[in-house]
Structures are given as structure tokens and as C-alpha cells.
């Protein structure tokens, strides 16, 4: 069968010309009309205020069954404007100048993207002359209201963006010039001080802080003085720093340990008080260093905020990683900005102090394949696009992969051997059942902002691959490397990955990509954790760095020990594992696993040290899709027992908190997206009364004595696990540092995939890529 439509349309059927079923410009910028916002200047990011938008119509006026939107970008997590509560927080009117009756809705997804977030506005009788007005108030304050609540990030140019449609042909024309406003951080209400996690001796390095404020970012209205104290022997460490007015971030240079040792900064105030203390760091004479990165995020150009030269600039001065990549949806990438994209990681990298890499993500459906991150070792490479859903034009070059494995078929066509990817669940989980390709794909994504994703590896597992573990931020607010999930959808803190490295370079950062040389954790000020993993053999193996089922002339070398991420073929002999972790806050256990298969939970404290402190967490998400949000929202009450304190875990999101009433009742707004959260609540007495617990999913009543060491689990799984664990803790759990070894029993046939996951008590997780031994 043939397809009888012509090549090209002609002028004769410009119904066919159309873009998504409208003509982008058929009406003159300079006839749409115009909009004016005020008040206009700085607004604090979260803040509520209101404002007023005009929009004198144009030449054309607005007819009949016209309309106007007002939209605002996907990321943003402004409130959401209602029209009914007047006394209510984000009312919203609209009227015509004239008294046209107009119909007004609010719509998450009624525009393209980027800028979903829609107010809909529709002449439904009368209609506008040019010249007459529809005036919009956002946050209307008049009846006793508190305003509009803003987006809880910064960015400089924050659009109230106005398309017209005044002929009602549903053509939809944005105005030639947009109302906007700035947002800007808040006074800090904490600091944050990182410095390397893994050094040689002698080796130079900087001591980084800055405050952030209610939301995370990082605060311009520092003013603060800090002692420095060392923890161990850290040359050039001066007596004091400051944080002044108008700056971001303090950086204190030329620190160094002549001799291997373990050390970290505390930060002390005025009065003597602890402010932070850091990661630690370790110094010692070793080939493989650590290096942070957040590989995983997009800006304005895409569906992120704030330039991507913004982007990069964040990252290595305000969130003080070593290394960033840019992945925007392939299908928002013009050339132009594919060409730009790569001049600024040209201009931002820079051996030895910053690392930007190129790429993108190929964004396809998760019917064929879903996400997958891909990066290329330098500039110029050949985007192979998923679709060309938002680029005008097509694809002219032949060079679209419209499914994952045709992706991976090209890669391998063409010889781009040098290629690196991983897949990750953002809106369109990867299906890697459908589509892998461990010669390119080396890693799976378990953690980004939009939550933990466990069963991608679980996947990978079943699978039979060979990959690693990597975390990442997928941040679309502007602040890779520290991005919090602010007031929206976004249900976790960014996450970031530990690259063991020989040095910070593109070149050492692929080896380490390739090598499954890394491990991730779910980020935040206390995420840059140290985790060791190694394992030694009673036997030699043969260890391979590239997996010899998929390159069957890999050579491997004769080993009686591996690193995370190794391949090691070990016919007779058994396996020992080791295991050290250092971190900025207690660790609260360390599970170790085969697999899938729980090996061994390995506390810092036994039985005899617990006291009468409870935890509470809630765990799970809904399902893979983009909606796996699972609603938490609950109460606890100890019967016959008192509550002396308690403490949230994980409340991310500062407008969901817990609550106490009265000695006994806790309560709290909650929700999680495959990551956790929960409280510890300290008793008066450890042995008597009963835990009342109740939340949407389950509900329980659980006698105190009965709460031990190991976890009571409430299940209510459905598509993906979803649960709540009961268990009990020290009172004070001093143990921030762990070291044990163990034997790890080895199946006889398939792979032994040997990781960990550490747990610490302030709510961060960190994950290794397996070591894979096989017989």
C-alpha cells in the first residue's frame, strides 16, 4: 500500500502547515495587545503576595469565545489560584473593563511545555475593543487573605507569561513582551559547610560555606562569623570566617593534611554554640580519590529554570560539586541550542577544579523505552533525538531514535564506543526489560528528586545486568547538586554521586562511569557520606572492568580483591566483604544484600543499648508512573505514656510538619515518592502503653514493650512496596563512624551481586554499586 498525501503541502491547504494544530504567527506581534504586572522588582522566594496583571487587548480586541492564558512554567510550585475562598489564601478575580462575562479556570496542563500551569480566561458574552482591559489579581488580600504564595525558588526572570487568542481560532500567540518579577532568596535559617571526602596527603583543598534559607537556597543576607575547629591535624585552617552581605558562598583555600588521617571542620558562633559540622574527610595514600556530582538536571531552555550557564555556575559555586551534566528532553533541544549547550560545558570545564559534561537525555516514551541519560567525552557529538515532539522541522538528518534499542543499534553502528548512559525514572520510567545495552548503559539511576526508585536495580537484577548505582538531583529548579523539593511534586532532595577517580577530569569520570566506580546517596547537607565497600577472595579471580558476557575479548587481570563495581569470575575460593562508613550524622544501620536477598543488617548498637525512643517511618511509592505520590498523613498516640520530645525524619517539604498536642499525640501531613519519612518520639518510659497509630494506608496498635530492635512492618504494597516499620533506637546514638567485615555466602550458579545500603539516623540513604562475582 502506498501513501497517496503529497511530500509537501502547498498554500492551498495551510490546515496541513499547521504546528500542533495551530499557525504560530498569524497575527502580528504588534496586534496581540499588551500585559503589565504590579507591583514589579524582587520578591522573596515562598513569600505571599499579591499582584495585579492587565492585558489591554489589541487591534483586534478580543471576540466572542476568545481567550486569554496566563501560564506559568511546569517546575514552578507556586500556589494555585482559587476563585471561591475570598477570606482564603491565593484568591484570585478577574473582570473585564467593559462587564464581559468571562469563564475562568485553573488547568496543571493546558498549555505546551514548559509552560503548563495555566489560567484560562474566556470570553463567554460580550466580547473587547481594542483598548479595553482584562484585569487579573493574583492573591487578593482585601477580605483578610494572606496573598499569592510564590514559587520557593529563585529566578531571576519569573514570567507571568500571557498568550492571546482574540480571533477565537483556539491560536493561542504569546505577547511579544512578558510581565515578569525577580525571585530571590530569604534570610538563612541554616548554614552548611562541606569540604572533600577523600584526599592524598599534601593534596590542597577548601573548606566551602553558605546559609540557605527556609527553602534551601542559598542566602545573599549572610552575616555571620564563624570559629573553625578542626577535628584532626588540617594545615591552613584559619581561626575564624565570615559570611557577609551580598555574597553566596565562603570558600577557604590552601587546606591540606601532610600525614593519612581522618578530620573534619566544625562551625561554631558567637556564643560557642555548634553551627555544622562537616563530612568528614580521609587522607591517605590511595590511587582512587572522591569527586561529588549531580550528572542530572535541566534549565529554562528545556523544562528547568534559569539559564544553563546559571545552571553550571550553581553547581560548582553554590552547591560546590566537582561535576555536572546537563540532560535536557531531547525533544526541546533545537540545534541552536544543542550548539550553545556545548560551547558553555566547553567554557565550564576545567581540569582539576570543575568538570562539566556534555550530553542529553533521550527522552523517549516508557513504551519504548523510557529515559535514559547519555554523555559524551567531548564537545559536537551527534544528538540522536526520541521524537521532535517540540522542534520545528523534523527530523531533516535521519539521525532520530524513536525507541531505546534502536539507540542503542545506532551507538553501535556508528562506532561511538566512547558513549556512556544510565537509565532513570523522571516522568517516563525507563523500561529496561524493553531496551539495555550494557556495552553503553553502565548504570541505573535509584534516586533523584522525584524519589527513590530501588526497583529500577531490582529490575536490573532479575535481569541478569551488570550495572551500577548513580543518584542524581533530575532537578528542573535551578540547583544542581543541592536541590530540595520545595512546596511541589518534587518529593525528595536531590541526590548525589561519589565517583572514585584518579583525578577531576572527563577522561577519569568515564573510566569511573564505566568501571561502575561510584556510589549515590540521597544528598542534602548531610549526603556526602563515606562508604567503602571492597571485597577480597580466599581464591584468585579473574576481575573485569568491562562485563566479559558483553565483550568477549575483555581481558581481565588475576585478583584477590575488587572495588564496588567490579566483575570478578571466581571459580573455587570464598568471599569475604569489607565495609567502613563515615558520616555527619549517626548511622542507624547498614543492610547488605545478594541481590535482591537480604544478607545481613548490621547495627552500630545491640539489643542492650536501645532505649525509649521510637521510630516511626513510612515508606513507598504509589506506582512507577509520574503520579506515585503516596499520602502519609496521620496521628500517633502513646497510651498511657508520655512523649518527653520527638523529632522529625525526612519532613522535606517545610509546609508539611509534625505536630504534638498535649503529652501523648503526634500528628502530621506527609507524603513519599518510593523515598521515606517519619519521627522518633522519646517516652518517658520505654516499657508501657500502646503506640495508636493511624494513617491512610494502615492503622495499627502496637504495645511499646513490644518495639524492639528489629523493624514491626505494617505492609500495604500494591503495585510497589508501600509500609510503615516500628522500631527502637538508642537514646543517643554516637556512632557516625562503622567498619565490620563479613563473609558473604556465594550462589553456585548466576551472579552474586554484592552492595550495601547505608541508613542514617537524619534521614539520608547511600547506596554502592554491586561488586558481581560469579563461579
Not at 411 to 418: N, P, V
Not at 595 to 609: C, I, K, Q, W
Not at 645 to 667: C, I, Q, W
Request: hydrophobic share 35%; with cysteine; net charge negative.
Amino acid at each position: 500500500m502506498t501513501d497517496s498525501r503529497p511530500a509537501t503541502h502547498g498554500s492551498d491547504r495551510p490546515w496541513e502547515d499547521m504546528d500542533s494544530g495551530v499557525i504560530r504567527h498569524a497575527i502580528r506581534d504588534d496586534q496581540l495587545g499588551r500585559a503589565e504586572i504590579s507591583p514589579t522588582g524582587r520578591f522573596e522566594a515562598g513569600s505571599h503576595a499579591s499582584f495585579t496583571l492587565t492585558y489591554t487587548a489589541g487591534v483586534f480586541g478580543i471576540d466572542d469565545s476568545g481567550s486569554l492564558r496566563v501560564c506559568f512554567r511546569f517546575a514552578s510550585d507556586q500556589s494555585t489560584p482559587q476563585f471561591d475562598d475570598p477570606k482564603g489564601a491565593n484568591y484570585c478575580t478577574v473582570e473585564a473593563s467593559n462587564g464581559a462575562v468571562l469563564q475562568v479556570r485553573w488547568d496543571p496542563k493546558a498549555n505546551v511545555r514548559p509552560w503548563d500551569r495555566t489560567l484560562w480566561i474566556k470570553v463567554v458574552r460580550g466580547y473587547l475593543k481594542e483598548g479595553e482591559t482584562i484585569t487579573i489579581r493574583f492573591g487578593v488580600t482585601d477580605h483578610g487573605g494572606p496573598g499569592m504564595r510564590l514559587q520557593t525558588f529563585c529566578e531571576d526572570t519569573f514570567e507571568f507569561r500571557v498568550l492571546a487568542d482574540p480571533i477565537a481560532t483556539f491560536n493561542f500567540q504569546p505577547l511579544p513582551e512578558q510581565p515578569e518579577i525577580a525571585i530571590v532568596p530569604g534570610k538563612p535559617e541554616r548554614f552548611v559547610a562541606v569540604i572533600p571526602t577523600r584526599r592524598r596527603p599534601g593534596e590542597t583543598f577548601a573548606l566551602k560555606i553558605k546559609g540557605e534559607d527556609r527553602w534551601g537556597n542559598p542566602s545573599d543576607q549572610c552575616s555571620q562569623t564563624f570559629t573553625l575547629e578542626a577535628t584532626g591535624p588540617i594545615d591552613g585552617l584559619p581561626e575564624s570566617a565570615s559570611l557577609t552581605p551580598g555574597t553566596f558562598a565562603l570558600e577557604v583555600p590552601g587546606l591540606s593534611m601532610a600525614e593519612p588521617g581522618t578530620a573534619s571542620v566544625i562551625l561554631r558562633d558567637e556564643a560557642g554554640s555548634i553551627v555544622f559540622e562537616t563530612n568528614p574527610l580521609i587522607v591517605e595514600d590511595t590511587p582512587l580519590v572522591h569527586f561529588w556530582a549531580d550528572l542530572h538536571g535541566q534549565s529554562e531552555e528545556t523544562i528547568g529554570t534559569g539559564s544553563a550557564e546559571a545552571y553550571f555556575a550553581f553547581a560548582r559555586d553554590k552547591a560546590f560539586v566537582d561535576a555536572c551534566g546537563h540532560q535536557g528532553n531531547d525533544f526541546q533541544i533545537t540545534d541552536a541550542f544543542w550548539g550553545e549547550l556545548n560551547r558553555i560545558t566547553e567554557r565550564f570545564d576545567e581540569p582539576g577544579r570543575f568538570v562539566a559534561l556534555p550530553g542529553y537525555e533521550w527522552s523517549g516514551n516508557t513504551s519504548l523505552g523510557g529515559d535514559r541519560n547519555v554523555f559524551f567525552p567531548g564537545e559536537d557529538r551527534v544528538i540522536r533525538r526520541s521524537s521532535h515532539a517540540l522542534i520545528e522541522g523534523g527530523d531533516t538528518d535521519g539521525t532520530d531514535c524513536i525507541t531505546a534499542r534502536e539507540l542503542f543499534e545506532a551507538f553501535s553502528r556508528e562506532g561511538e564506543d566512547d558513549v556512556v548512559c544510565f537509565a532513570h525514572c523522571g516522568g517516563r520510567y525507563a523500561d529496561i526489560a524493553y531496551a539495555h545495552d550494557g556495552r553503553f548503559e553502565r548504570s541505573v539511576e535509584v534516586h533523584s528528586s522525584w524519589g527513590t526508585f530501588e526497583w529500577l536495580l531490582h529490575d536490573a537484577l532479575d535481569l541478569g545486568y551488570r550495572v551500577g548505582v548513580v543518584t542524581n538531583s533530575d532537578g528542573h529548579k535551578g540547583r544542581p547538586g543541592a536541590s530540595y523539593p520545595g512546596a511541589g511534586k518534587f518529593g525528595a532532595i536531590g541526590g548525589l554521586s561519589c565517583y572514585l577517580m584518579e583525578d577531576l577530569s572527563r577522561p577519569a569520570l568515564l573510566d569511573a562511569l564505566r568501571k561502575r566506580h561510584h556510589y549515590g546517596t540521597t544528598g542534602g547537607p548531610g549526603g556526602r557520606t563515606i562508604i567503602d565497600l571492597k571485597a577480597s577472595f580466599s581464591d584468585e579471580g579473574t576481575l573485569y572492568h568491562d562485563d566479559p558476557a558483553l565483550f568477549p575479548a575483555s581481558r581481565g587481570r588475576s585478583a584477590t580483591d575488587a572495588l564496588m563495581g567490579d566483575i570478578v569470575h571466581l571459580p573455587e575460593g570464598e568471599m569475604e566483604l569489607a565495609v567502613s562508613v563515615a558520616a555527619n550524622a549517626p548511622i542507624e544501620r547498614v543492610a547488605i544484600f545478594n541481590g535482591r536477598d537480604l544478607v545481613e543488617t548490621v547495627r552500630p548498637y545491640g539489643e542492650s543499648d536501645l532505649g525509649a525512643r521510637v521510630r516511626v517511618l513510612w515508606e513507598g511509592a504509589e506506582y512507577r508512573g509520574r503520579f506515585r505520590e503516596v499520602i502519609w498523613d496521620g496521628e500517633a498516640i502513646f497510651e498511657d505514656n508520655r512523649i518527653t520530645h520527638a523529632r522529625p525524619v525526612n519532613f522535606l517539604n517545610p509546609d508539611k510538619t509534625l505536630e504534638r498536642e498535649g503529652d501523648s499525640r503526634l500528628f502530621w501531613k506527609a507524603l513519599t515518592t518510593g523515598n521515606y519519612g517519619g519521627f522518633d518520639a522519646w517516652l518517658t518510659d520505654g516499657s508501657s502503653g500502646t503506640l495508636a497509630l493511624a494513617t491512610p494506608l494502615v492503622s495499627a496498635r502496637i504495645p511499646v514493650a513490644e518495639i524492639g530492635l528489629e523493624d514491626t512492618i505494617l505492609d500495604a504494597s500494591g503495585d510497589l512496596p508501600r509500609f510503615v516499620r516500628v522500631f527502637r533506637l538508642p537514646d543517643e546514638n554516637p556512632h557516625k563512624r562503622l567498619s565490620f567485615t563479613r563473609a558473604i555466602p556465594l550462589k553456585a550458579s548466576g551472579d552474586n551481586a554484592v552492595y550495601i545500603r547505608v541508613t542514617q539516623e537524619d534521614g539520608t540513604r547511600g547506596w554502592t554499586s554491586p561488586v558481581y562475582v560469579y563461579r
